[in-house]
């Protein structure tokens, strides 16, 4: 049977401003030229004149965070506890089986941004695609967000998840879940100002911290989500193993069988 792979993820590029100023990512880049006396170095009297076209090896230095780019986030960077008390666990104690697991789309791109999804509209949109959650489906949600990567408001744009929502799929034994915004809850610019009004702490990050109650992954910043059907792939999201970290650089995929 034919199979396609479609990536869901978007590149690590300084250029573009896909996260507030003060988490922007640098990227040096050492070039062939730069590079071929630290490889001469290696072997006492050999010059770059030895080397193939003069060429060293091409290398990049990364000043970042593990939430640059596409990443999972591990319940430990919701709360430092999970599910009813149990120590919240790092990216590198992250449950494999979750990683990859048939995927389901819900396509949320025409709530505006800032608006956060309850569960009855989850549950609606699960009946318009005529799809019945099982344990570890991966969700994940296509918000006006995607459309705007590269803009420089992408951090202010697209629903959130709240709280009931996510726990509606979190009961249903689903633990991996995405979106291609910024931030699986509503951007903050948004919740800033109904806290502005309300001064409900409850509102902020309610989302994430969901986890408290049942612990769970979201990818954040996925890309290329309104490509996909709503069902019939499977998504591939297995997170870079960084030792007691709260998010891990994934590279999304989601996996048709045409």
């Not at 080397?51 to 780019?69: F, K, M, Q, Y």
């Not at 948004?190 to 309610?206: F, L, N, Q």
Request: with cysteine; glycine share 8%; net charge negative.
């Amino acid at each position: 049977m034919p199979r396609r792979i479609i990536d869901i993820s978007i590149a690590l590029d300084p250029a573009i401003k896909a996260d507030p100023p003060q988490m922007h990512p640098e990227i040096d880049y050492h070039s062939h030229a730069d590079t071929a006396p630290m490889m001469a170095a290696y072997f006492p009297g050999l010059t770059k004149e030895d080397l193939p076209a003069g060429d060293g090896w091409a290398v990049e230095t990364l000043r970042l965070s593990t939430h640059n780019g596409t990443h999972l986030d591990a319940p430990y960077h919701h709360h430092s506890t999970m599910s009813g008390g149990q120590r919240a666990i790092t990216i590198d104690e992250m449950p494999l089986e979750w990683c990859y697991n048939p995927g389901v789309k819900l396509d949320f791109r025409h709530f505006p941004d800032g608006y956060v999804v309850s569960a009855a509209e989850v549950e609606a949109e699960l009946a318009r695609i005529g799809h019945d959650l099982s344990p570890l489906d991966i969700v994940v949600v296509n918000t006006s967000a995607g459309a705007a990567y590269g803009d420089e408001d992408y951090v202010d744009r697209g629903c959130g998840m709240g709280r009931e929502a996510t726990l509606y799929l979190l009961e249903r034994g689903v633990r991996i879940t995405g979106t291609d915004a910024w931030s699986w809850d509503a951007p903050f610019s948004h919740t800033a100002k109904k806290w502005a009004e309300t001064r409900d702490p409850s509102i902020i990050w309610e989302g994430h911290r969901a986890s408290i109650d049942i612990g769970y992954g979201h990818i954040e910043k996925l890309s290329n989500l309104e490509s996909l059907p709503a069902t019939g792939f499977e998504i591939s999201c297995f997170p870079f193993k960084i030792k007691g970290a709260s998010a891990g650089f994934t590279r999304a995929v989601a996996i048709l069988n045409d």
